[in-house]
Nanobody, 120 residues
Framework: QVQLVESGGGLVQAGGSLRLSCAAS????????MGWYRQAPGKQRELVAH???????NYADSVKGRFTISRDNAKNTVYLQMNTLKPEDTAVYYC??????????????WGQGTQVTVSS
């Protein structure tokens, strides 16, 4: 079994910063990729940022230049540094983990979500 524990959400004023963390543990043979998604009320869940095992990154256009995703491979942890936050960044942020199993499978797991609220 795989567990994801997220932390770092909260309330911040527009222009402020937050750092999200997501630590993975359990039966992980190899991590393929980790990412952050978000879901605002009444909207679909969307990709925010994604980082592969080879450290290739991908960002939503709306966060490019403001958010930075990074990984600590030794700790199986992914971070999302969010700067210059805007009210439209308000959402529940979810960590996603894609792993490779010993049997060749590539299951995906989700964290429980952490609320980020940006006030104007």
């Amino acid at each position: 079994q795989v567990q994801l524990v997220e932390s770092g959400g909260g309330l911040v004023q527009a222009g402020g910063s937050l750092r999200l963390s997501c630590a993975a543990s359990g039966s992980i043979f190899s991590i393929v990729a980790m990412g952050w998604y978000r879901q605002a009320p009444g909207k679909q869940r969307e990709l925010v940022a994604h980082i592969t095992s080879g450290a290739s990154t991908n960002y939503a256009d709306s966060v490019k230049g403001r958010f930075t995703i990074s990984r600590d491979n030794a700790k199986n942890t992914v971070y999302l540094q969010m700067n210059t936050l805007k009210p439209e960044d308000t959402a529940v942020y979810y960590c996603n983990l894609e792993i490779l199993t010993r049997g060749g499978g590539r299951p995906s797991y989700w964290g429980q979500g952490t609320q980020v609220t940006v006030s104007s």
